[in-house]
């Protein structure tokens, strides 16, 4: 799966990925008036109203990327209907071809972070029968409980082909209370970073492995150093746009080959409408506004970084 | 909610909670076979097993206990269908009067914690409408994010009197890749410790703080320190039983007024009728074992705790 993205993201020419990260307050009207109208102002119509949101993106910029990152959390927030909606959009995203990374953070002991990747990644066996279940084909994972947590992630990946991104370096402003700490003069990222590059190679594509990391685009000087810690590590990059990340920042995080990075945006793509520059759009056409705002993204990256 | 917790705990003399963590391999035949007669050997069958075993323990034991912790790995390992089951095992727990901690190890930046926090704590908003979601009494955080990553899930506590435990120090064999590093001579567990006492003077019940702690049984000298750094904070401790934690290294972990801990053991009691010890139940009497194992853990505990 590592090199499927590797792939997509020549062939589309566009190291990006859109956060498909909704919230009720980002859905125009015309779509919530009409699940509500169907479903009310229900769960049921709440997801409906998300998953409608989704479709219209993605039927809007899929052509134009290579992978979307849905985070979970904006559906877990709806209990087991934004589940639905979670795993519909998943599918619909893989119909059309598209690289899924779900942003679900996970991690603990042995026997249940196997659990979490069976759920995610994997199949689970009931009876005679083997069940694919939310079936992303990359997930995001937390490192804090050490390698017991992140192995079984890695058994099911191997036998999936499918990979992970594990956490390194989060774009948020308080992510360094613990990750900037030093350890014998070096910064707890660094140090998960050197256990990702280690992680990694027991599971390699052609050219990058299928462990992969998280670096925030808000901290270019880490990203640097970090990039050379994990040269086969493929580093996921949030933080771009809505979080203050710049394009001219993204160049540390990609190698020379000019691959090794895929840039997230969420907001600044799907609620591309709210913003002035695309107001011109409407709420009716936000998703055209979505596809504009994924072109303009594209350039300025590739820009930014001479690809 | 930290409050009723103490209160259970007190009434039943039990600073004991039963982790509801199911695997289909725990489950006795005759419980399998008649959900897959039901359902087929399908996730709707799967998920039934799991909701019936569940029960069964559950009827045997919430007279003896304060509170459960559904570990959502294992749900989540069946998809919808599993979540469903843990959201069934949620509510009936609460109707038998138990605290329930979901035991979920969640942990993102801001608004994606919060979309965890009111998920699993909280309520959303649909319209003019607000609906609980998993409704959990109690969540497990990680707190490799740092402050912004706990932040929304302490708001959604104290607007609905609930409360959390934070990942210090976890019971897993590799918890020390990280947790142990040397941060300017102590180790990061200690860190975070004092970030959690901190957090906890945010949202204190009556002698406790809203905000706890998750310390494994397999490290007392750390769980000693811990419980001095972290004086206000209750302490969930995983690892007792199964995971190799004993009675008598558990007394560190509580303070003087015989509070302050809560000791989890899982496999070690949905499990019982499948040990030695247990095994003249029989698998159809599974209950009866362990409704007799949660006995016996009480005893130990409070014996080597002296309470």
Not at 67 to 83: D, R, W
Not at 194 to 220: I, Q
Request: glycine share 12%; charged share 25%.
């Amino acid at each position: 799966m590592i090199n499927k993205l590797i792939e997509e993201i020549q062939k589309k020419n566009a190291p990006v990925v859109v956060g498909l990260d909704p919230m009720l307050s980002y859905i125009p009207e015309h779509i919530t008036k009409k699940a509500y109208g169907e479903y009310g102002e229900t769960l049921e119509g709440a997801a409906e109203a998300v998953w409608q949101y989704n479709k219209g993106i993605v039927d809007a910029v899929y052509d134009l990327i290579p992978a979307v990152k849905p985070q979970i959390a904006m559906y877990e927030q709806f209990g087991i209907e934004g589940l639905q909606a979670f795993k519909k959009t998943v599918d619909y995203c893989k119909e059309k071809g598209l690289v899924v990374i779900g942003d679900i953070k996970r991690g603990d002991i042995g026997t249940t972070s196997a659990a979490y990747a069976t759920g995610h990644l994997g199949k689970v066996q009931v009876g005679d029968n083997k069940y694919s279940l939310f079936d992303e084909d990359f997930v995001t994972v937390n490192p804090y409980l050490g390698t017991d947590g992140i192995k079984p992630f890695i058994d099911v990946c191997k036998e999936e082909k499918k990979g992970i991104f594990v956490l390194v370096k989060t774009s948020n402003k308080s992510s360094g209370e613990f990750q900037d700490r030093l350890i014998d003069g070096r910064p707890l990222y660094e140090i998960v970073g050197e256990h990702v590059a280690k992680w990694g190679e027991e599971h390699m594509g052609n050219d990058y492995s299928y462990v992969g990391a998280v670096v925030g685009a808000t901290y270019p000087e880490m990203g640097k150093v970090l990039r050379k810690i994990m040269p086969k590590s493929f580093i996921l990059v949030p933080g771009y746009g809505a979080q203050g990340g710049k394009a001219e920042d993204l160049k540390p995080y990609f190698n020379e080959d000019g691959l090794g990075a895929i840039v997230n945006s969420s907001r600044g793509i799907i609620a591309a409408y709210k913003q002035e520059k695309y107001s011109s759009f409407g709420s009716e056409n936000y998703a055209d506004a979505s596809r504009q705002a994924v072109i303009d993204m594209i350039e300025d990256i590739n820009g930014a970084v001479g690809r």
